[in-house]
């Protein structure tokens, strides 16, 4: 209990000094770094106070199945494969598609060579979609 208490008041006077400290302004540098100084001091000294009571107790291993933990793991692999890839599939049509647009609008004729470009980005979503199946049929 005191060490969420600890956290949660690391935490708040980690949002309200450097507000205070913006409000003040760019005129006093002398208080805007005394303020970041006691921002610093203070945060630091919290969760290193937090971690000391947190971690000063007995340890006691807790049990758990193989199977949990590896299913898990491959729910995350298969999340962060289509997140991944459709992330950077969206980068890659936005610049592509962009670039493309703009080339059509000099030269109506290479309609067909921008949209393979356009077409090869989105395809990197895809390959993600099918790596996250592959995991998925393996659990």
């Excluded at 208080?31 to 947190?54: C, E, M």
């Amino acid at each position: 209990m005191l060490v969420k208490i600890l956290l949660i008041a690391a935490l708040i006077l980690s949002i309200i000094i450097p507000f205070g400290a913006y409000l003040i302004g760019e005129k006093n540098r002398g208080r805007f770094k005394t303020s970041l100084g006691v921002n610093t001091f203070f945060f630091f000294g919290t969760l290193v106070l937090a971690n000391i009571l947190f971690f000063g107790g007995n340890v006691q291993a807790a049990e758990t199945t193989a199977t949990a933990s590896v299913s898990g793991l491959g729910l995350i692999a298969a999340a962060l494969s289509t997140g991944l890839s459709c992330i950077g599939a969206g980068i890659a049509v936005a610049t592509a598609a962009s670039a493309a647009l703009g080339a059509l609008s000099e030269d109506s004729s290479i309609f067909g060579k921008s949209l393979i470009f356009v077409a090869l980005a989105e395809g990197v979503a895809i390959y993600g979609l099918i790596v996250s199946i592959m995991i998925l049929g393996k659990l």
